[in-house]
């Protein structure tokens, strides 16, 4: 049933939680399940049961609707910001097509985020999706820079990163990381995706998302 916050109509099966005294909605409903009544499994192994985002910030944009195949054919792509509907999994999988030999090729994406997800559990022993959400936590910058002309002089300003705008760099700056560890070396991108969420959930130095937030922030304490 839909409910509301500070008088406003929340959209239907979305639901809150209270971090302390502040409502955080989640849009995408957790209570899926299939005919058999259990809930669906990513890949057909990983469970979204007990997963948890722990930043509130993103809590709202990051979708974690229990889904077997994440592929939702493009339908939120005419919403305003219909992206945090969109399976993160999925997200992931979409920024692994971009760009060179794996354009426009999803289903080769598909296989390698699959991949890299059994990768993450022989390593870590942990569901791979909580460690593909931790690694999202600790990459999203909190701080940037903008630039700001007056007079003829241009001079840049620490400013504030919205939550869409941090899970949109976090993902862009792990697929990157998975795409220059493999390019013109043997090691597979399968295997450098897995290393690269596993050094991010770890918020160790070595991994190049980890390195490219604090590079960031590092830039706008400096601009403040």
Known sequence: MSSTIFGEQLPKYSRVEYVGDVPIVEECPRDVKTINGEPPLLFGKWSFENVVVRDPGLRRYICLKPVVLPHTEGRYQNYRFGKARIPIVERLINLMMRPGRNAG?????????????????????????????????????????????????????SVDVSPQRRLDLALRWITEGARACSFNNPKPIEECLADELVAAAANDPKSYAVRKREELERIAAASR
Do not use: C, L, W
């Open 105 to 157: 090729k999803k289903h080769k994406a598909y296989n390698i985020v699959k991949r890299a997800f059994d990768i993450v559990y022989y390593k870590t022993g942990q569901n791979p999706i909580q460690v593909f959400i931790d690694a999202i936590v600790n990459t999203a910058p909190r701080e940037e820079i903008t630039r700001i002309i007056m007079g003829g002089i241009a001079y840049s300003v």
